[in-house]
Nanobody, 120 residues
Framework: VQLQASGGGLVQAGGSLRLSCAISGRTFSSHVMGWLRQAPGKEREFVAAIRWGSGVKHYADPVKGRFTISRDSAKNTVYLQMDSLTAEDTARYYC??????????????WGQGTLVTVSS
């Protein structure tokens, strides 16, 4: 399995970005796809997740109402739409797959990460 993330970049505060994660390999309904992020000097944190089969979504409190995770089963791709970005969202974002847990605490596969920088 390979996860190829893209879409990061530099954006002004209040702006939007959409991250994409192309998944190579089969994705089963029980799998959970999601995003973790790590800001400089901070610990890695959960951002959002979606269970592939049911489409049930989970969000971290800091991004609720601003970020939207979605998936396209036909394209085997997961997205993270990020709106109303703030400087606190600056981080490297990792696309991940957890074969079981919706909080992504037991990640099985990692993408290479894509950098999001929000200028204030």
């Amino acid at each position: 399995v390979q996860l190829q993330a893209s879409g990061g970049g530099l954006v002004q505060a209040g702006g939007s970005l959409r991250l994409s994660c192309a998944i190579s390999g089969r994705t089963f309904s029980s799998h959970v796809m999601g995003w973790l992020r790590q800001a400089p000097g901070k610990e890695r944190e959960f951002v959002a997740a979606i269970r592939w089969g049911s489409g049930v979504k989970h969000y971290a409190d800091p991004v609720k109402g601003r970020f939207t995770i979605s998936r396209d089963s036909a394209k085997n791709t997961v997205y993270l739409q990020m709106d109303s970005l703030t400087a606190e969202d600056t981080a490297r974002y990792y696309c991940v797959r957890d074969n079981r847990y919706s909080d992504l605490h037991s990640v099985n596969y990692w993408g290479q990460g894509t950098l999001v920088t929000v200028s204030s």
